[in-house]
């Protein structure tokens, strides 16, 4: 039991990755006590992934964009007299006190004790996770997300295979793509299930952010100097193979993400990559009431001010929380929730880059949401929860036998969602099944598992 | 019925079977509200000898009937209970109550501190000992209610989820004629209050007064674990809980395993009203209690919490029955934290009550005017 009375932080930053870091960086210089704890050992997040130590990574930079602007963070960061790095602190739940917030901290299964770091006023920057629609073999060996295929080049500098298919929806697809080709990898196809069009129907907002088609087209040109395909409008159906994936068939889509029966081809590969976009990570903040808004692209993000405040009295938010947006977009927020916190105007010309980056953002979700008509490409033995392995069937008896017409009680009645990843898997595969319309935001109570130990722990503090 | 939990569903059961045409109506989904946070207790150790005790007793009898109906789907077991003392004074406790309890029917079988391994080989050292009571079992909340509800509606019954109820209609003689919602009007002779914590809003749309408090608890759930505890475990205090009134935090572990393999660990007792706040407090003794009765818990990890609100009247016992002041308005709530284990019970005494049959069991201590209308329902902690 820790018994001497913890420090009192003026701010405590949730998530090192591009938001966090930039806001506790700021934070300090603006003058404030503050604390930076993430999951990880190291800052950087999932965006800024380190290789893992012992592999010889020579050259970290070259698999990022912007790892100039991470390491000008990291040292300030390391400088900074009233900022302070923790790291393996995983946050699994924020308490309201008298004097700000008790921000309760696992420091994981082996640990014998909880901690309790205290803190005036928290940000959250927990940052987003991947969206995940379930289809005929995507629990086979060899099928991973986009993000994950991109975290394993990063981390472990290996490739998830040598033929590698990219599907889905985002800009993280291409991204993905350009760093499989660059690594070595065949990548016969980027298969992307909107048609791209999106973007052009506001080119106002496009033209105000050159650095975004500077990096969509340099994506580009390294695919087609690559030979890579890209397939709009179409979606994996099918991943095929007994012991690992062998091939996939991709079929064309409808305006509603509906696949078009005929149009249906089939592509050798030893691995497919999967992603369709981010989803917020909010669920330290919703746990406290926070109120949230749905966004074009039907994630369920926080519902922040023009300083970032959410509707929790003393707690922010920045980056990918407030609704997907990247790295860019999240430093931006950074900085400026640091600002707010500490009271400090804020300079002109970061409000202006954070709205431009804002409403960049928001026209890619609206570009990338997920047609209803994707659930034609399900079975009925389908998996859709992984973890409780509940299939498409399941869900629809609950649906229209048992009176279920939301995922809290799809999830009641079927178990999906209930297993290890809490339903952050297959939560918006259930949601769509279940016919919800406009669903709340998941809650969890818990962020994540806690040895009983510590929550025990807790009872005597 | 107003209500689609697995009181209501009960009720609807019954009712259809015994012939009545029956509409189920919930302004949320089936099973949405307490529950779908309920644990799933059949108990009859925690009861002493009276009209619950009756009443448990009944249900359980009838839940072994569903259970072969209803199939594996609602995932009924008899797996019996253990209480467990850890003083002497506290086995005395228990040797009392059980003598009480073994005069109406219940049977109960005293464990000498030695053999509390055989029943339950993880259990702590150093207990005083315990009893087994072989009648208490287990289902699946949510899943219940849902057969049940699904019976009902092969036999007949109407379910419409998401409406609400915004009026209880009533005649110029003042006996209920049916209900309106934001959707329709619906006229019936009888209008049964299945609204479990939110059943004094339905009964003052009625114009009646029952003073349904909401009582907190929280469930904590592990990981999926083999099968650890065998039964439905908890120590002598949690019958001095549940009977307690106090308004302050109170916590008694139940200790189970499911068949998905995750142990519950539940539950903590409190009057906040309808606060979704989470109580580290609450939590952090359940934690401390789990690992205390089975020290092998002490290293598992809790995957996730969950918090319900029981619907409790000052006496702690349930409104079942029509109700004197307002001919044609049946209540069929009020079951605190014991819903899922008199739901049939319930059920079946109010289709009695609809057909004119003659009840099984006195109905005089659950009449819904019992209570003097100077108690608030919408008392604030």
């Known amino acids: ?423 952050r898997m297959c939560g918006p595969a259930v949601a769509c099944l279940s016919g919800a319309t406009g669903a709340g935001p998941d809650r969890r109570p818990l962020a994540c598992p806690v040895p009983l130990s510590q929550l025990a722990a807790g009872a005597s503090e | 019925m107003v209500g689609a939990g697995v009181v209501g569903a009960a009720c609807a059961y019954y009712a259809a079977r015994a012939g009545l045409a029956v509409a189920v109506v919930d302004r949320g989904p089936v099973a949405g509200g307490t529950t779908g946070a309920g644990e799933g207790n059949l108990l009859v150790s925690d009861k002493e000898p009276g009209p619950e005790l009756d009443l448990a007793l009944l249900s359980l009898r009838l839940w072994r009937e569903l259970a072969e109906q209803l199939g594996p789907a609602v995932e009924y077991e008899p797996k019996g209970g253990v209480v467990v003392a850890s003083t002497a004074a506290g086995q005395q406790a228990l040797r009392d109550f059980a003598a009480g309890q073994a005069a109406v029917g219940v049977s109960a079988e005293e464990v000498p501190a030695e053999r509390l391994h055989e029943l339950e080989p993880h259990l702590a050292p150093g207990l005083a000992g315990g009893y087994h009571y072989p009648q208490d079992a287990q289902v699946q909340p949510a899943l219940a209610a849902a057969h049940l509800l699904r019976e009902a509606r092969r036999m007949g019954a109407e379910l419409s989820t998401g409406e609400t109820v915004t009026a209880v209609e009533r005649g110029p003689d003042g006996a209920v004629r049916g209900v309106r919602t934001d959707r329709r009007r619906l006229a019936a002779p009888a209008v049964v209050n299945a609204t479990g914590a939110w059943g004094a809003e339905l009964a003052a749309l009625a114009g009646a007064h029952l003073p349904v408090l909401p009582r907190r608890g929280f469930v904590l759930v592990t990981e999926p674990l083999p099968r650890v505890v065998r039964h439905k475990v908890y120590s002598a205090d949690y019958v001095a809980d549940v009977a307690s009134g106090s308004a302050g935090l109170q916590t008694s572990s139940v200790i189970e395993g499911t068949p998905g393999g995750p142990v519950l660990i539940g539950a903590s007792r409190e009057r906040v009203g309808f606060d979704r706040t989470i109580s580290h407090e609450a939590i952090g003794r359940l934690a401390a209690e789990a690992a205390a009765l089975f020290p092998v818990l002490a290293q598992v990890a809790v995957m996730r919490t969950y918090r319900g609100f029981r619907p409790y009247l000052p006496d702690h016992l349930p409104a079942i029955g029509e109700d004197p002041r307002v001919p044609g308005l049946y209540h069929a709530c009020g079951h605190e934290g014991a819903g899922i284990g008199l739901a049939p019970a319930t059920g079946l005494l109010i289709s009695e009550q609809l057909t004119g049959k003659r009840s099984e069991l006195d109905l005089a201590p659950f009449r819904a005017d019992r209570f003097p209308a100077s108690t608030d329902p919408l008392e604030k902690p």
């Open chain 1, 1 to 423: 039991m820790p018994t001497s009375p913890s420090e009192l932080f003026d701010l405590a930053v949730v998530g090192a990755g591009p938001a966090g870091l930039a806001a506790a960086v700021t934070a300090a210089d603006l003058g404030l006590r503050c604390v930076l704890l993430d999951g990880a050992d190291r800052t950087g997040g999932q965006y800024y992934r380190h290789p893992a130590p012992g592999l010889g990574a020579a050259r970290p930079d070259r698999l990022h964009h912007g790892w100039a602007a991470y390491t000008g963070l990291a040292a300030r960061l390391t400088a900074h007299r009233r900022a302070e790095f923790r790291g393996g602190h995983q946050v699994w739940a924020l308490e309201r006190t008298e004097d700000g917030f008790a921000v309760h901290v696992t420091l994981g299964p082996e640990a014998a004790e909880r901690t309790t770091v205290r803190a005036r006023t928290v940000l959250l920057a927990t940052g987003a996770y991947e969206r995940q629609l379930p289809f005929p073999g995507w629990t086979l060996p060899g099928v991973v997300t986009a993000g994950g295929a991109q975290a394993m080049l990063k981390a472990g500098l290996v490739l998830p295979g040598r033929r590698i298919v990219v599907a889905g929806s985002g800009p993280l697809l291409l991204a993905a793509a350009s760093s499989l080709v660059g690594a070595g990898a065949d990548v016969p196809a980027v298969v992307e299930a909107s048609g791209y069009l999106g973007y052009a129907r506001r080119p106002g907002v496009l033209a105000a952010v050159p650095a975004k088609l500077v990096e969509g087209a340099g994506h580009g040109s390294a695919l087609l100097r690559h030979g890579v395909r890209l397939r709009p409008r179409s979606a994996v159906v099918e991943a095929h193979g007994d012991e690992r994936v062998t091939g996939v068939t991709v079929a064309r889509l409808g305006a509603d993400w509906r696949p078009l029966p005929g149009t249906e081809r089939r592509i050798d590969c030893d691995a497919l990559a999967v992603g369709h976009g981010l989803l917020p990570q909010i669920e330290l903040a919703t746990e406290l009431g926070a109120q949230t808004r749905t966004g074009p692209d039907g994630a369920v993000a926080l519902r922040v001010d023009a300083r970032l405040r959410t509707t929790v009295p003393g707690l922010w938010s920045a980056g990918e929380t407030n609704g997907v947006g990247g790295a860019d977009l999240a430093l931006a927020e950074g900085e400026l929730a640091a600002h707010a916190i500490a009271g400090e105007p804020p300079e002109r010309a970061l409000l202006r880059r954070r709205a431009r980056l804002r409403a960049f953002a928001e026209l890619m979700a609206a570009a990338h949401r997920p047609g209803p008509g994707w659930t034609g490409w399900l079975r009925p033995d389908t998996d859709v929860c992984r973890c409780e392995e509940v299939p498409v069937a399941r869900i629809r008896e609950a649906v229209e036998e048992l009176g279920a017409g939301d995922p809290r009680t799809v999830k009641l009645l079927t178990r999906a969602g209930m297993g290890w990843c809490q339903g």
